[in-house]
């Protein structure tokens, strides 16, 4: 089970942290990733966070490298995303993502490659 929640309405250039607290999966070696989908469009990547024995790995979409944050919290089991310096065009509804092991890039970057969703939390920026 993944709960994601943090969304809401923010000005550009402002900040939000979003939230998913994973329930009930294995922590071993799994990848966890944040996609976002803006109306009309397509489920797109945006970061992730790749646990395997030990190590850690933190990849990002060019859009939004250098502005957000993603970072875990095991004693939680919860998966963070900070974003600073919105801007309208990250307007969405934010998903985090689950998959069981150490995915490569490639493989992040796509939506089916994870077994379970968060009900998804909306972000809005105003220009």
């Known amino acids: 089970q993944l709960q994601a929640f943090g969304g809401g309405t923010v000005q550009a250039g402002g900040s939000l942290r979003l939230s998913c607290a994973a329930s009930?999966?294995?922590?071993?070696?799994?990848?966890m990733a944040w996609f976002r989908q803006a109306s009309g469009n397509d489920r797109e990547f945006v970061a992730a966070?790749?646990?395997?024995?030990?190590?850690?790995?933190?990849s990002y979409s060019d859009s939004v490298k250098g502005r957000f944050t993603i970072s875990r919290d095991n004693a939680k089991n919860t998966v963070y995303l900070q974003m600073n310096s919105l801007k309208p065009e990250d307007t969405g509804v934010y998903y985090c993502g689950w998959s069981e092991g150490g995915l490569i890039v490639s493989v992040q970057k796509i939506p089916r490659s994870y077994k379970y969703w968060g009900q998804g939390t909306q972000v809005t920026v105003s220009s």
């Open positions: 966070f790749r646990w395997n024995r030990g190590n850690t790995h933190y």
């Open positions: 009930g999966i294995g922590l071993s070696s799994y990848t």
